[in-house]
Nanobody
Framework: VQLQASGGGLVQAGGSLRLSCAVSRRTNRSNAMAWFRQAPGKEREFVAAVTWLAGKTYYADSAKGRFTISRDNAKNTVYLQMNSLKPEDTAVYYC???????????????WGQGTQVTVSS
C-alpha cells in the first residue's frame, strides 16, 4: 500500500489549502484514513480522520470549524480542506491508513511521505 500526499504550499494567514492523499490500493485493514501533522521541534499530532465506507469523521480541537476531511471512494483519495489558516498550522502534513478511526499514530499501518504547509503571518 502506497500513499501519495500533495497540495501543500505557502499561504498567508487566513488563506486556504486543500491537501490530497491518493492510496494505491485498499485492503481489509484500510477502513480509515487520517491526517497528522508535525511542526518543527514538536511531536506529530492528529488532525482529522474519516472512514471510507460511512464517511464518519473526527477532528482534533485545533481543526474543528476550520478543516474538513472528505474522501472519494472511486478515486481512493482523501482530502483535507484547510480554511482560515494560522501560522501555528505550519507543519509537515502526513496521511495514513489504518483499520479503524483513531487518533493514535500507532493505529495506522501505512503512511505517506508528507507535504509541507507553511502559513505566513
Amino acid at each position: 500500500v502506497q500513499l501519495q500526499a500533495s497540495g501543500g504550499g505557502l499561504v498567508q494567514a487566513g488563506g486556504s489549502l486543500r491537501l490530497s492523499c491518493a492510496v494505491s490500493r485498499r485492503t481489509n485493514r484500510s477502513n480509515a484514513m487520517a491526517w497528522f501533522r508535525q511542526a518543527p521541534g514538536k511531536e506529530r499530532e492528529f488532525v482529522a480522520a474519516v472512514t471510507w465506507l460511512a464517511g464518519k469523521t473526527y477532528y482534533a480541537d485545533s481543526a474543528k470549524g476550520r478543516f474538513t476531511i472528505s474522501r472519494d471512494n472511486a478515486k481512493n483519495t482523501v482530502y483535507l480542506q484547510m480554511n482560515s489558516l494560522k501560522p501555528e498550522d505550519t507543519a509537515v502534513y502526513y496521511c495514513a491508513v489504518g483499520p479503524a478511526l483513531a487518533t493514535a499514530q500507532t493505529s495506522y499501518d501505512y503512511w505517506g511521505q508528507g507535504t509541507q504547509v507553511t502559513v505566513s503571518s
